[in-house]
């Protein structure tokens, strides 16, 4: 009976300090519900808004929320937990991606990006390419942030594109939506050379798999369009550019194309020998061993002396996937008379060439050999 009477008395003790509380809230006015967020370099975004086993659902629901800054931390919270394996197949289990559909063409900036950053680190989950290239409206307005005002948008969509891409599930959807034909169309328009070089890097991943993309390609005049790169100041837009290259020149359209451009291409590649990039100096190699296998552009190669420049890579590189670009190039140069005599007298230093890193290395320096002595 007296534990009944002080059970009774806290709970209106309780009551009555709920009471004093709703009094002191009513006289002090309407509560502000802005955040105070100490320090200007604090970003709210970035606020986890939920954990454990509820979290995904409670994102879910709060990605089209009609706060923007409530869907900007749900999108954020998502994109942290679409790394972990396990949590992204309960991204795509639970239809999360139905709600990145409106997102990706949504009106904010913020929104657009790291609804593609998310696209992205999924395409690379077990089951997450699939996952995206099902759902049709994703595909359809992935197409349309190619396109996008921002750059930075622009280029974070060309990534995500090469992601999915590299993916053997979504690739064919990918070319059946005409992906490939769109990136070409970017090429051409594309004046930010960061994102240039993005695109071109998801175009590369499409000739890859797809003699269709290349012909595309070489069809469009990519060959004159892109070949001014090749002397850009950034390293990286001219890597790109020779790898999307390399696939136009293994078609003989290409190496057409190439002949025809405004651009001395020989010229150029024969400077990218000297680069102090390695990486470029090996695709350049490999550029001009294809565009050496026709006559006129073994006779430009002999007027530079290009097959000095590839001699002396040949002698003394370290990198045998360089040196053997090189020695394809040189192989194919040689049949041309003046650099044939130009070799014959430097014959003795052939010797020199490292021999024992790859027997592959040793069968093209035998040809080489053999066709500096025929007749």
Same mark, same amino acid.
């Given at each position: 009976? +007296?534990?009944?009477?002080?059970?009774?008395? %806290?709970?209106? $003790?309780?009551?009555?300090?709920?009471?004093?509380?709703?009094?002191?809230?009513?006289?002090?006015?309407?509560?502000?519900? /802005?955040?105070?967020?100490?320090?200007?370099?604090?970003?709210?975004?970035?606020?986890?808004?939920?954990?454990?086993?509820?979290?995904?659902?409670?994102?879910?629901?709060?990605?089209?929320?009609?706060?923007?800054?409530?869907?900007?931390?749900?999108? =954020?919270?998502?994109?942290?937990?679409?790394?972990?394996?396990?949590?992204?197949?309960?991204?795509?289990?639970?239809?999360?991606?139905?709600?990145?559909?409106?997102?990706?063409?949504?009106?904010?900036?913020?929104?657009?990006?790291?609804?593609?950053?998310?696209?992205? +680190?999924?395409?690379?989950?077990?089951?997450?390419?699939?996952? *995206?290239?099902?759902?049709?409206?994703?595909?359809?307005?992935?197409?349309?942030?190619?396109?996008?005002?921002?750059?930075?948008?622009?280029?974070?969509?060309?990534?995500?594109?090469?992601?999915?891409?590299?993916?053997?599930?979504?690739?064919?959807?990918?070319?059946?939506?005409?992906?490939?034909?769109?990136?070409?169309?970017?090429?051409?328009?594309?004046?930010? *050379? /960061?994102?240039?070089?993005? +695109?071109?890097?998801?175009?590369?991943?499409?000739?890859?798999?797809?003699?269709?993309?290349?012909?595309?390609?070489?069809?469009?005049?990519?060959?004159?369009?892109?070949?001014?790169?090749?002397?850009?100041?950034?390293?990286?837009?001219?890597?790109?550019?020779?790898?999307?290259?390399?696939?136009?020149?293994?078609?003989?359209?290409?190496?057409?194309?190439?002949?025809?451009?405004?651009?001395?291409? *020989?010229?150029?590649?024969?400077?990218?020998?000297? /680069?102090?990039?390695?990486?470029? =100096?090996?695709?350049?190699?490999?550029?001009?061993?294809?565009?050496?296998?026709?006559?006129? %552009?073994?006779?430009?190669?002999?007027?530079?002396?290009?097959?000095?420049?590839?001699?002396?890579?040949?002698?003394?590189?370290?990198?045998?996937?360089?040196?053997?670009?090189?020695?394809?190039?040189?192989?194919?140069?040689?049949?041309?008379?003046?650099?044939?005599?130009?070799?014959?007298?430097?014959?003795?230093?052939?010797?020199?060439?490292?021999?024992?890193?790859?027997?592959?290395?040793?069968?093209?320096?035998?040809?080489?050999?053999? =066709?500096?002595?025929? $007749?």
């Amino acid at each position: 009976m +007296v534990e009944q009477n002080i059970s009774k008395n %806290n709970r209106g $003790l309780r009551h009555f300090r709920q009471d004093l509380l709703e009094t002191e809230y009513i006289e002090a006015g309407p509560l502000n519900y /802005d955040a105070t967020i100490y320090g200007p370099h604090v970003d709210g975004t970035k606020r986890q808004v939920a954990f454990g086993r509820w979290a995904i659902p409670k994102i879910r629901a709060e990605l089209l929320h009609g706060d923007l800054t409530i869907a900007r931390q749900a999108l =954020v919270s998502l994109l942290d937990f679409a790394h972990d394996p396990e949590k992204a197949q309960e991204i795509i289990k639970l239809n999360v991606l139905a709600r990145l559909v409106r997102m990706l063409v949504s009106e904010d900036d913020f929104i657009r990006y790291h609804t593609l950053l998310v696209l992205n +680190v999924l395409a690379t989950q077990p089951n997450g390419a699939q996952a *995206i290239i099902d759902k049709v409206f994703i595909i359809k307005n992935l197409l349309k942030v190619i396109s996008d005002e921002s750059p930075k948008i622009r280029k974070q969509a060309a990534i995500t594109i090469e992601t999915l891409a590299k993916s053997v599930f979504a690739f064919s959807c990918l070319m059946d939506n005409e992906f490939d034909q769109n990136l070409v169309e970017r090429v051409q328009l594309e004046e930010d *050379i /960061d994102v240039l070089i993005s +695109v071109l890097s998801a175009l590369e991943a499409f000739m890859n798999n797809s003699g269709k993309a290349t012909c595309y390609a070489i069809e469009k005049g990519l060959c004159e369009k892109i070949s001014v790169y090749l002397s850009h100041e950034s390293a990286e837009a001219r890597l790109a550019t020779l790898k999307v290259l390399q696939h136009m020149l293994m078609k003989r359209s290409g190496k057409l194309a190439a002949e025809n451009c405004s651009t001395d291409m *020989i010229l150029e590649l024969t400077n990218l020998l000297e /680069d102090d990039s390695e990486d470029i =100096v090996q695709e350049a190699a490999m550029d001009l061993a294809l565009l050496f296998i026709t006559t006129k %552009n073994k006779l430009r190669g002999a007027d530079l002396s290009t097959d000095q420049k590839l001699l002396f890579l040949a002698i003394n590189s370290k990198n045998v996937t360089l040196k053997m670009n090189v020695m394809q190039a040189l192989i194919n140069l040689a049949v041309a008379p003046a650099v044939k005599e130009r070799l014959k007298s430097h014959i003795h230093e052939f010797t020199s060439i490292d021999k024992m890193t790859s027997q592959k290395i040793t069968e093209l320096l035998m040809r080489l050999i053999d =066709v500096i002595h025929q $007749l």
